[in-house]
């Protein structure tokens, strides 16, 4: 099947993007280089196409109950106009995906996934309606969506927010409609992120978003706004310690191993889906736990990497970079509990060679 462009496709041909295609999608995985797109994001702010990310609407009068029966977390902690980070998991405690909900209302849920598992998602939301009272839509083919990071993002975007102080009506985890921005259309707009800067997520048309694309870059040039690929995308989020859907957890690893047990509500009163074997894993001990790690040998951690202490295979890498900002090569690994201790010494598999490592704390930026 022929690869899918998002509405902004000719503007990453036009800006120079080199386009790959990921997930079924033909995105931009650099323009200038993953270095200095990663460094703009740290320092000044990166403008990014999401539009291959999946959009479902959830509405009608039980859809704060549906939710809620999908979701590890709790919806009863957030109000409208506020987003929650979540996890989708199935019967046995692994992850279907993880995603955001947006609570528009207590019978109108905007829920944002994985671009890779959208029709998976959408698929086991139809499966898990039931007897509830909503109706349930995929969006994402009308849904254009863009994400400005960085430090000097709510300086760039302020310029053409010129009805909405973004500092005080549009704070971490929350989001507001009808935004106008400058001459280019009314969109909506959350502060979220996938970086580990400050930013927001802009979702529109396809028209207004083209107009967008060019007036942010045009207007936030100054303050050393660039475009930016799926590359440091990556390499941004691992740093700061975010987890990928494929990686860090996924249909056997549970969010309890993949350190997430934080948005895994058990004590909560919904009874949602993989409740039980997750609450049974936390008695009895998770098993497997994700750490950082650093190599202290030459080479690259890459995904899949076998991770051992001496003779004994105790895990493997989940991620692994050179580091743009902090100039060490580092990795994500899930190893055995008993193993995952800081300061333990390891060896990684790489190229049929054992390269010495240490564990560390997986929160690499000190910010």
Request: with cysteine; glycine share 10%; aromatic share 8%.
């Amino acid at each position: 099947m022929a690869a899918k462009k998002t509405p902004l496709y000719e503007k990453h041909i036009s800006y120079g993007g080199e386009v790959v295609d990921y997930a079924g999608w033909l995105l931009p995985v650099k323009y200038e280089g993953l270095a200095a797109e990663h460094n703009a994001v740290r320092n000044n702010a990166g403008l990014f196409d999401v539009s291959h990310m999946g959009e479902v609407t959830v509405k009608g009068k039980d859809a704060f109950d549906y939710v809620n029966h999908l979701i590890t977390n709790d919806l009863t902690t957030i109000g409208d106009g506020q987003v929650i980070y979540s996890l989708l998991c199935n019967e046995n405690g692994g992850v279907v995906d993880d995603l955001l909900v947006y609570r528009k209302g207590k019978d109108d849920m905007y829920i944002v996934v994985n671009a890779a598992n959208t029709d998976k998602d959408f698929a086991w939301f139809l499966k898990q309606k039931g007897n509830y009272d909503v109706e349930i839509k995929n969006i994402s083919s009308e849904t254009a969506q863009i994400a400005l990071q960085g430090p000097k993002a709510e300086k760039i975007l302020q310029k053409l927010a010129k009805d909405v102080d973004l500092a005080n009506e549009i704070k971490f985890f929350t989001f507001k409609e009808n935004v106008q921005l400058g001459d280019c259309g009314k969109f909506l707009v959350s502060r979220t992120g996938y970086t580990g800067e400050d930013g927001f997520e802009i979702y529109g048309s396809g028209e207004d978003m083209n107009k967008l694309w060019d007036e942010i870059l045009k207007i936030g040039k100054e303050d050393g706004v660039m475009p930016c690929g799926l590359g440091c995308r990556d390499t941004l989020r691992f740093e700061a310690a975010l987890p990928l859907y494929g990686n860090e957890m996924d249909d056997v690893i549970t969010p309890l191993e993949a350190g997430l047990g934080y948005f895994v509500k058990l004590k909560q009163e919904a009874d949602f889906i993989g409740k039980a074997p997750l609450a049974k894993m936390k008695e009895a001990g998770v098993p497997r736990k994700l750490i950082g790690l650093e190599l202290t040998g030459k080479g690259i951690a890459r995904h899949g990497a076998k991770v051992f202490k001496g003779d004994k295979e105790i895990g493997f890498v989940t991620t692994g970079y050179m580091s743009p900002t902090l100039g060490k090569t580092i990795a994500n690994v899930i190893v055995d509990a008993d193993q995952a201790e800081v300061g333990n010494e390891v060896q990684v598999e790489i190229r049929n060679k054992k390269v010495p490592a240490v564990l560390i704390s997986k929160k690499f930026l000190k910010k």
